[in-house]
Every structure is written in structure tokens, then in C-alpha cells.
């Protein structure tokens, strides 16, 4: 044998585990489409109910499954105890797949983990493997918890301004919520910390980001972890079209009702609808959802409004019959597609960051409406360092009236204001685009760990 058959039998072989929810697993889909692209094999690790609900996926992406302990769905189990029987659980079984993937002629070389699995790395070092934790949130939110975590950042926060190195100064209202009130959701306070309890075992740290986007809280961080942006990662033919079969995720929660909204949309003037999705989790409260409802139709704009069928009963009764000269109500849409859109002049967000990144990447100011989680930070850096949309303030009940979510609205389509946010919406789009094109950020990041992967794979000279 040769030595160019030799490499390709030892084609570089990455195990790729997502947390298992949608905004996890689309990232780590579309690194693994990039590291494909580029001749590493690749291996979804999914759990058995997801690979059970599971779409096709991307024909270079082969899928196993390990166990999170709940086979069937794990239902209404809170997420401490699902944590701690995934850990027990995926432990065993994940590192059973690496054994049998070594036994079929497929050993693995690398194990591609998200950090709220932090047990993976260590399975990966027990196999000798390399370890590659992906954190799906921005630089910026994981350097807050980073800070936390190691005691730099104490909890319960001061009223005052909030510092953290590589950061603009923070109000209270702009950090995490879990972090603002870790006692509102305790176990996902311990699990966005615990992505760093053994980070320092990861050979590489990758971040869907891109350098541009934060320059100083990463040059921050990668002083003390070996933090690379690898973003952001939406599918090609949205950004650099250097792969051209890379159109969609690839795995969707809810069926989109595309021709009905694009089909809609090709009747609107340019810059004239305002598109408005919360995402597959966020759930409004009914108050907020009748102030959203009524602050769009005072809005006097077109308006295309993603309601998923949980949340139907929230709307104003026959408000969606009254509204149906101006705005079109769906359950779930292709929202790169509407993003994309040339009637599309505005997006009402809750801002998480899969959403953040994709407005970015296509250009959309933003009106942001955050609920929870990271958004509030998101929602920062979108109206004050990015500055490409407004953050809408709410009320001494946490509610965002119906004339502030009108006057937003026209602020960022009518008003002067608007006109600076639409320049720097399309400065990031290029920058974005630029980030993953050949020889932009992320892509060099992304191609010194191939070469990382590749030269430990090649034959000893003889």
C-alpha cells in the first residue's frame, strides 16, 4: 500500500455530541458540514429518542446513537435529574460507541462535545482521543459564566455596574437571567456553569462566533482557554456558497410552512414586513402576547408572525381573522429563507443567539424583545456595540407595551435612527460572510484544526 491509500484509510474521524435540543444540534450540524466538506469523516452521536424523531441528514454525516437514560423522551423530568442520569448513562454508552466504532474499522479520533455534557471530554481522554468542547452561546455570555464560575464574578450581583474584562460596562439587566436570578431556574444555573468544569482538558475550544463580532472578549478569553471562532455557522448558501448543497440545517423540531409564507412574501414591497418568531422555546405571556398582537397592527406595517400552535390560544380572539389584509400567522416558517427575503425589513427577536446570528449574517435590523436565558446579553451588544437594532424597554411589570413595540418598529424602518442601523446591518453581513469565506477567520480556525488532525494521522516516514 502506498502512502496516499494509507491516508485515505486513516481518514480523520470526528464523533460529534450535541446537547440534545434544536439550538444545539443545528451548530454542531453545520461545523460538522464544513469539517466534512474538507475530508474529516463524521459521526453524530444522537440519543435514541432523538435519532427516533430525527430528519434526514447531510449524506456525509453518518449517525449513532448513545443513551441520555430516557430512551422514550425523558417527558417532565426537571433538569438536574436528567443531567445526572445522562452523565451516568452517556458515559457508558458513549464510550461503548467509541468501542465499536474502533472494533468496525472506523476508530475515532476526536470527540466534537457540547460543554453542557462536560463528561465527554473525559471520555474522550479515556479513549486517548482528542477532545473539542463546541460552546454554542456567544463569547461575550460564556465569558459571564466563565467569571462566575471561577469566583471573578460574585452572585447575587450588585446593583451597580457590572465589569467584566473584554466587556462593555453591564447593567443588571443585561446578563444571563440565570446568572440575574439563579434561584428562578437553579439546575440550569449549574449546568451553563458547569460547562467549564473541566474545559481545561479540551485541546481545542470552539465558539460559534467570529472574531470580528468580539474581538476583545476573545482575545480575553483565549488567554487562559484555546478559544477559537468557528461561525457562524449557518448554512453555506446564506453566506460564502462555497458548499452548495448546504441549503438547510438539515433537523427541524416543527415542519415549516414554506409556500404559504414565501408565497406571501413575494407580494410585499421591498423592506416593508416585519417578521416576528420567538423561537422553538420561548413561550410569551398572554399579556405580552396581546401587546405584541396590537403593537403590530398599530405598527401599520405588513407583518409575518410565527405563532406556534402552543402558543395560538395567547392571541386576542379573531385577531388573526381581523388581521389578515396586513399580516399572515404561522405555526412554524423557513426562517433563513424569510431572513433572507427582500420584503423583509425588520426582525422582532427574542434574540437567542441562533436567531442573533442568522439576522446578522443576512443583514435584518433587529427590534429585540429578550425573554430569558442569554438574550438579554445578546440584546446589549445588538442595540449598543453592534449596533443593528433596538432593544425595546419594558414596563415595571416586564412587559413591552404595545407603543413601544409600534415606535421601535418604525424606528428602525421609518425614522433617521433607522437608517444607521440599516448601514450596519449590512457592515456585519459582510464581515459575517467574510469570517467563513476562504482565508476569513473562522475558516483559517477551522483549517488549522484539520491540518491539526489530519498530520497526526499521517504514516510515520519510512
Given at each position: 500500500m502506498d502512502k496516499r491509500e494509507e491516508n485515505i484509510v486513516h481518514k480523520p474521524h470526528c464523533l460529534v455530541l450535541p446537547y440534545p435540543i434544536q439550538g444545539h444540534i443545528n451548530p454542531m450540524l453545520q461545523l460538522s458540514k464544513r469539517l466534512s466538506h474538507r475530508g474529516i469523516r463524521i459521526t453524530l452521536a444522537a440519543t435514541k429518542h432523538l435519532f427516533k424523531t430525527k430528519q434526514q441528514l447531510s449524506g456525509s454525516i453518518s449517525v449513532e446513537t448513545i443513551s441520555d437514560g430516557y430512551d422514550e423522551g425523558k417527558g417532565d423530568v426537571d433538569l438536574e435529574p436528567y443531567l445526572a442520569r445522562f452523565e451516568q448513562v452517556g458515559t457508558q454508552t458513549l464510550s461503548e460507541l467509541l468501542e465499536k466504532l474502533g472494533n468496525s474499522g472506523r476508530p475515532v479520533d476526536c470527540v466534537i462535545y457540547d460543554p453542557f455534557l462536560p463528561w465527554a471530554v473525559v471520555v474522550a481522554k479515556k479513549h486517548g482521543l482528542v477532545g473539542a468542547a463546541f460552546f454554542t452561546q456567544s463569547s461575550s455570555v460564556n465569558s459571564i459564566y466563565y467569571n462566575v464560575y471561577k469566583g471573578q464574578l460574585k452572585v447575587p450581583l450588585p446593583d451597580k455596574e457590572i465589569i467584566v474584562?473584554?466587556?462593555?460596562?453591564?447593567?443588571?439587566?443585561?446578563?444571563?437571567?440565570?446568572?440575574?436570578?439563579?434561584?428562578?431556574?437553579?439546575?440550569?444555573?449549574?449546568?451553563?456553569?458547569?460547562?467549564?468544569?473541566?474545559?481545561?482538558?479540551?485541546?481545542?475550544?470552539?465558539?460559534?462566533?467570529?472574531?470580528?463580532?468580539?474581538?476583545?472578549?476573545?482575545?480575553?478569553?483565549?488567554?487562559?482557554?484555546?478559544?477559537?471562532?468557528?461561525?457562524?455557522?449557518?448554512?453555506?448558501?446564506?453566506?460564502?456558497?462555497?458548499?452548495?448543497?448546504?441549503?438547510?440545517?438539515?433537523?427541524?423540531?416543527?415542519?415549516?410552512?414554506?409556500?404559504?409564507?414565501?408565497?406571501?412574501?413575494?407580494?410585499?414591497?421591498?423592506?416593508?414586513?416585519?417578521?416576528?418568531?420567538?423561537?422553538?422555546?420561548?413561550?410569551?405571556?398572554?399579556?405580552?402576547?396581546?401587546?405584541?398582537?396590537?403593537?403590530?397592527?398599530?405598527?401599520?406595517?405588513?407583518?409575518?408572525?410565527?405563532?406556534?400552535?402552543?402558543?395560538?390560544?395567547?392571541?386576542?380572539?379573531?385577531?388573526?381573522?381581523?388581521?389578515?389584509?396586513?399580516?399572515?400567522?404561522?405555526?412554524?416558517?423557513?426562517?433563513?429563507?424569510?431572513?433572507?427575503?427582500?420584503?423583509?425589513?425588520?426582525?422582532?427577536?427574542?434574540?437567542?443567539?441562533?436567531?442573533?446570528?442568522?439576522?446578522?449574517?443576512?443583514?435584518?435590523?433587529?427590534?429585540?424583545?429578550?425573554?430569558?436565558?442569554?438574550?438579554?446579553?445578546?440584546?446589549?451588544?445588538?442595540?449598543?456595540?453592534?449596533?443593528?437594532?433596538?432593544?425595546?424597554?419594558?414596563?415595571?411589570?416586564?412587559?413591552?407595551?404595545?407603543?413601544?413595540i409600534a415606535s421601535c418598529i418604525r424606528d428602525v424602518m421609518e425614522r433617521e435612527r433607522g437608517e444607521e442601523i440599516k448601514k450596519n446591518a449590512v457592515k456585519w453581513k459582510e464581515q459575517a460572510r467574510k469570517a467563513v469565506d476562504e482565508g476569513g477567520s473562522s475558516d483559517k480556525n477551522i483549517e488549522e484544526f484539520v491540518s491539526s488532525l489530519t498530520s497526526n494521522r499521517l504514516p510515520n516516514p519510512s
Open positions: 474584562t473584554g466587556l462593555p460596562l453591564l447593567k443588571i439587566s443585561d446578563v444571563p437571567s440565570f446568572v440575574r436570578d439563579q434561584d428562578s431556574h437553579p439546575g440550569s444555573f449549574e449546568l451553563v456553569l458547569n460547562q467549564f468544569r473541566n474545559v481545561e482538558e479540551a485541546d481545542f475550544v470552539f465558539v460559534n462566533s467570529f472574531y470580528e463580532l468580539e474581538e476583545e472578549v476573545i482575545d480575553y478569553m483565549a488567554k487562559f482557554l484555546p478559544v477559537k471562532t468557528i461561525g457562524p455557522t449557518i448554512p453555506s448558501m446564506y453566506l460564502d456558497k462555497r458548499l452548495p448543497e448546504d441549503r438547510e440545517y438539515g433537523l427541524s423540531v416543527y415542519k415549516p410552512d414554506t409556500n404559504t409564507c414565501m408565497e406571501w412574501l413575494n407580494q410585499r414591497q421591498p423592506d416593508s414586513v416585519v417578521y416576528v418568531s420567538f423561537g422553538s422555546i420561548a413561550r410569551l405571556g398572554e399579556e405580552q402576547m396581546e401587546e405584541l398582537a396590537w403593537g403590530l397592527r398599530l405598527s401599520k406595517k405588513h407583518f409575518l408572525w410565527v405563532v406556534r400552535s402552543s402558543e395560538e390560544s395567547k392571541l386576542p380572539k379573531d385577531f388573526a381573522k381581523e388581521s389578515s389584509e396586513t399580516g399572515l400567522i404561522v405555526s412554524w416558517c423557513p426562517q433563513l429563507d424569510v431572513l433572507a427575503h427582500e420584503a423583509v425589513g425588520c426582525f422582532v427577536t427574542h434574540c437567542g443567539w441562533n436567531s442573533t446570528l442568522e439576522a446578522l449574517s443576512l443583514g435584518v435590523p433587529m427590534v429585540a424583545v429578550p425573554q430569558w436565558t442569554d438574550q438579554s446579553t445578546n440584546s446589549k451588544f445588538v442595540m449598543d456595540v453592534w449596533k443593528m437594532g433596538i432593544r425595546a424597554k419594558t414596563d415595571d411589570n416586564g412587559i413591552v407595551s404595545r407603543e413601544t
